[in-house]
């Protein structure tokens, strides 16, 4: 009810009037976020990618030279009834051909000289996800199997991505940590500069026989709207950065994979997104005032 | 405009004092005591000058009295109730009902006449007409009616202690408290504040100036204590409430004489 009846009016009464006060401590909020803002994007963005390196569960199996149709077709339907096995795909020599050709994009030539009969059949296999960890020893049982003649997977790079994933979301979460730490100091600092100038207004309220709860109440709204104004702010400059750099990406046809594989925040954590912050600068100002009426206590 | 001028009948027997110190001793920062084993009582309805050198304790007692310090030892009983220890909530509580009238004004420059005066009673949860109501009365009461809207900011010191007067008067409190409240104004606008604590005295509350203005305990002569060596003590210029502004001053005691002019 003290929010309403005073915090509140109070609150924006003194932002009024101090305006180059309060757009100082938006934007020293905005700046603390925005920082705040890229390293969670950059984290997040890793943790696509990783996630799609991850989820690459195809295994080829390479069949022995002069495998003839009908031993092909066998070898289908048995890989078909593997129960890791979701789908299995026949590639001719032709067809690997032109899929290698197109992969190697600018750099094509290097295959010059080599012929469709130059390649083997090939049968992608993809395993269900829950499979995935199990490939190390699914690969052995794949190339016993009568017609295969080896089998490759990308084991060896999913372990590195694996781990790669792993040291990213820790150096992450590190960083978000620290910036988060760091963004309550940066606020807790503003808004200890504001009651520092205004610690007269603080003990006239005390004299004239406010509670502690009354006297925080304007200076806790006061927190919430202006890290409120800066969360905002700091989403839309994110939101622009993330633009430019997707405008970056874009004119280069080698990085235009890398626009393609770029997400934003997703919808779902914009809301918290702005109140977090919101009440981090509320909680962060309570702190404050608490510290400073301690200080005026007898 | 206050009400008229009377004497306040005087408290029934055997009521408690309006205000009692027992054996308060109170030191800075472990430094020898400014107050040392002071006791004193102030019976309701009378008008008392703290007096004393420039550091001889007088805001000290101020603030004592007004529970911005906290005692070493002893008691500040207010109705025969020990306030001294009270929490910040109990103290906000207490706080609403004394009067507290300051040199330097404590008032909120860069807001309104009307906004200053109106805070105790906003702080209190008074909201709307009754608000607006309640403060109108007193700015009529100090003669500041028509300057409600204007800043403070832009007031004469005279006129801003005439703001302070009337923020203090928003309970109507029975205890009032003035800490050289004409400290910062010449003798016209000091007699014009003078005249205003006693009328709100002779309403009834309890006044008590701190001030080292003799020229003002001269002209409105009333129980004056002196605070001199760690103690407060009683000099008697008339009987207390007997006289009023324009009588001819009595001779200062020494000690008086002395605290004007060390």
Same mark, same amino acid.
């Given at each position: 009810m003290i929010y309403f009846r005073y915090g509140i009016p109070r609150a924006l009464r003194t932002m009024r009037q101090n305006p180059r006060a309060a757009l100082s401590s938006v934007l020293i909020i905005a700046a603390a976020l925005s920082v705040l803002g890229v390293i969670v994007l950059l984290h997040v963005n890793v943790r696509h990618v990783?996630?799609?390196?991850?989820?690459?569960?195809?295994?080829?199996?390479?069949?022995?030279?002069?495998?003839?149709?009908?031993?092909?077709?066998?070898?289908?339907?048995?890989?078909?009834r593997l129960p890791m096995v979701r789908s299995a795909v026949e590639v001719a020599p032709a067809q690997g051909l032109s899929a290698l050709t197109e992969k190697l994009g600018a750099d094509h030539t290097l295959l010059v000289g080599v012929g469709r009969e130059s390649l083997p059949y090939t049968i992608d296999v993809e395993v269900y996800l829950d499979f995935r960890k199990e490939l190390g020893s699914i690969a052995p049982r794949l190339r016993a199997l009568p017609g295969v003649d080896d089998v490759i997977y990308a084991d060896r790079e999913w372990a590195k991505v694996a781990l790669f994933f792993q040291l990213s979301q820790a150096l992450g979460l590190f960083f978000i940590g620290l910036m988060v730490v760091a963004f309550a100091l940066i606020v807790s600092n503003a808004v200890r500069l504001s009651l520092y100038a205004r610690?007269?207004?603080?003990?006239?309220?005390?004299?004239?026989?406010?509670?502690?709860?009354?006297?925080?109440?304007?200076?806790?709204?006061?927190?919430?709207?202006?890290?409120?104004?800066?969360?905002?702010?700091?989403?839309?400059?994110?939101?622009?950065?993330?633009?430019?750099?997707?405008?970056?990406?874009?004119?280069?046809?080698?990085?235009?994979?890398?626009?393609?594989?770029?997400?934003?925040?997703?919808?779902?954590?914009?809301?918290?997104?702005?109140?977090?912050?919101?009440l981090l600068g509320g909680l962060t100002s309570r702190f404050s005032v608490e510290r400073m009426l301690r200080e005026l206590e007898p | 405009m206050i009400a008229p001028s009377r004497v306040p009948e005087p408290a029934p027997p055997g009521a408690p004092p309006a205000i009692e110190l027992k054996g308060l001793t109170k030191s800075y920062l472990g430094m020898a005591p400014v107050l040392s084993d002071v006791s004193l009582r102030i019976e309701p309805g009378s008008f008392v000058y703290l007096t004393g050198v420039s550091g001889a304790?007088?805001?000290?007692?101020?603030?004592l009295l007004t529970l911005q310090e906290r005692p070493d030892?002893?008691?500040?009983?207010?109705?025969?109730?020990?306030?001294?220890?009270?929490?910040?909530?109990?103290?906000?509580?207490?706080?609403?009902?004394?009067?507290?009238?300051?040199?330097?004004y404590r008032l909120l420059l860069n807001e309104s006449v009307e906004d200053n005066v109106a805070l105790p009673q906003r702080v209190a949860g008074v909201t709307g007409a009754e608000l607006r109501r309640a403060t109108r009365a007193r700015l009529e009461e100090v003669g500041l009616a028509e300057r409600a809207r204007e800043p403070v900011l832009g007031l004469s010191g005279g006129e801003k202690?005439?703001?302070?007067?009337?923020?203090?008067?928003?309970?109507? #409190? #029975?205890?009032?408290?003035?800490?050289? #409240?004409?400290?910062?104004?010449?003798q016209t606008v000091a007699f014009k504040v003078m005249d205003l604590l006693k009328r709100i005295h002779e309403r009834g509350s309890t006044v008590i100036v701190a001030t080292h203005d003799l020229n003002l305990i001269r002209s409105y002569r009333a129980r004056t204590l002196l605070i001199k060596e760690r103690k407060v003590h009683e000099v008697r210029l008339v009987e207390p409430g007997a006289a009023g502004r324009g009588e001819p001053p009595p001779a200062p005691p020494a000690e008086i004489a002395a605290a004007e002019h060390p």
């Open positions: 990783s996630e799609i390196w991850l989820s690459n569960s195809t295994v080829s199996l390479f069949l022995k030279p002069g495998i003839s149709g009908a031993e092909r077709s066998r070898l289908m339907e048995t890989l078909q610690r007269e207004e603080i003990e006239i309220l005390d004299l004239v026989g406010a509670t502690r709860r009354f006297i925080r109440s304007a200076f806790v709204v006061e927190g919430v709207v202006l890290s409120l104004a800066g969360a905002l702010a700091a989403l839309g400059l994110v939101w622009l950065a993330y633009r430019l750099m997707l405008a970056g990406l874009s004119w280069n046809a080698t990085t235009r994979h890398l626009m393609e594989l770029t997400v934003f925040f997703p919808p779902e954590w914009m809301a918290p997104a702005i109140v977090i912050p919101a | 304790g007088k805001t000290t007692v101020f603030r030892r002893g008691e500040v009983l207010f109705g025969g109730v020990n306030v001294a220890r009270f929490n910040a909530d109990q103290r906000a509580h207490h706080r609403r009902a004394i009067g507290m009238v300051f040199q330097d202690q005439l703001v302070a007067i009337a923020r203090a008067l928003a309970f109507r #409190p #029975p205890v009032f408290f003035a800490d050289e #409240p004409t400290g910062n104004l010449d």
